[in-house]
């Protein structure tokens, strides 16, 4: 089997097309174990999601996890499903034609936005080789993680190069990094606490919730941990509040390993105990909300808290399709497409003599 896969014709009048492909995690088609179980297996297949010997996690994995978690999750994504889907797709699918919005009032409606999802559908490849289909011969790619962390960021980059591996005509790439101390992204965090705020009034205490990962990996050097805080400081900064006032917890652990600390509902049963009466939880490290969000911290935790004595417990929603988010997200698109905003398409007299040299050369098309 060749390495290449078949390759669109290519027609030598054609425009080149720069393209931003923005990708989220990924959801399960349905609220379904059935569903879930692809789902689940795609996603702790990946090693770097799961940094335990093949040999030992495999069996783990097919054995147990496989026949009795599709199950559970299924009932907890039924609680937060909507008529429209998956939440964390429905935003995704909103951010992505605002963002071409965004970019096209500026002035760039010729750029190719879409999105994709690491691990469920759309898959990278998918969108890629629709994108290619398109005539995208430039793409930036904006993993939608304000922080960095190997089992994030890295398998969104892993991915596309799996897919281009494929490609005899790769088109030239570019990647978004993180943006966890983007000061439009900082902006849109403290405007949506401070507006929060101005109807509820303030906290005791705000907890900055980021998903957790193993505490190994922070050992290893993966600066994950490091630009969580620094995504707290800046919005204590920006909200102008004594810093012992916001704390920063990490929530969904996953086995017995210990992970990064404090834990979240821990964290937030020892406030209630403490006698802190009223907490308010925001989660910068989605830009969605999805299951993490809303069922785990807006239910699981909210009910944790009143359980242990405490009387007041408000979820701040993900930055979703805020306005200030969405124009903070066309600044840090502009500014990695840099000189591929400067570059003008060919008009049609110089696409068609292109095509005309094409066929002088022996070009069929």
């Excluded at 425009?15 to 609220?31: D, Q, S």
């Excluded at 490091?226 to 909200?239: D, F, M, S, Y």
């Excluded at 999805?290 to 785990?296: D, F, H, V």
Aim: proline share 7%.
């Amino acid at each position: 089997m060749p390495r290449s896969r078949p390759e669109p014709i290519y027609r030598h009048d054609s425009a080149p097309r720069t393209g931003v492909l923005l990708v989220n995690l990924g959801t399960p088609a349905a609220p379904t174990a059935a569903a879930l179980r692809p789902y689940l297996k795609q996603f702790l297949s990946d090693p770097r999601v799961v940094e335990i010997p093949r040999l030992v996690w495999w069996p783990i994995l097919n054995g147990i996890i496989l026949t009795t978690r599709p199950k559970a999750s299924a009932k907890k994504y039924a609680s937060i499903w909507t008529d429209e889907g998956s939440p964390l797709l429905v935003h995704t699918v909103r951010q992505t034609k605002l963002l071409a919005g965004y970019l096209a009032k500026d002035g760039y409606d010729g750029l190719d936005v879409d999105y994709a999802m690491r691990y469920g559908a759309p898959s990278i490849g998918d969108t890629l080789d629709a994108m290619r289909a398109r005539g995208c011969t430039r793409i930036l790619v904006v993993p939608m993680y304000p922080q960095y962390s190997a089992s994030t960021t890295a398998t969104v980059v892993d991915e596309v190069g799996r897919s281009l591996a494929q490609w005899r005509n790769q088109p030239e790439m570019r990647f978004v990094r993180n943006f966890h101390d983007d000061p439009g992204y900082i902006d849109a965090l403290v405007k949506s606490v401070r507006e929060h705020w101005a109807v509820a009034g303030e906290p005791e205490r705000l907890l900055l919730s980021f998903h957790g990962v193993p505490r190994r990996s922070l050992d290893l050097g993966d600066p994950y941990h490091c630009e969580c805080h620094k995504t707290g400081r800046l919005v204590a900064e920006g909200l102008g509040v004594a810093r012992e006032r916001v704390l920063v917890t990490f929530q969904s652990r996953f086995g017995k390993a210990e992970w990064l600390k404090p834990y979240t509902q821990p964290t937030l049963e020892h406030l209630a105990a403490q006698g802190v009466r009223r907490v308010d939880v925001m989660c910068p490290g989605f830009v969605g909300d999805c299951l993490e969000t809303l069922e785990e911290i807006a239910l699981e935790c909210k009910e944790a808290f009143l359980e242990k004595g405490g009387q007041t417990f408000h979820y701040i929603p993900c930055l979703n399709e805020r306005d200030a988010w969405i124009k903070a997200l066309a600044r840090l698109v502009r500014g990695h497409l840099g000189n591929w905003l400067e570059i003008a398409p060919p008009d049609a007299a110089a696409r068609k003599a292109a095509l005309e040299r094409a066929r002088t050369l022996g070009a069929g098309q």
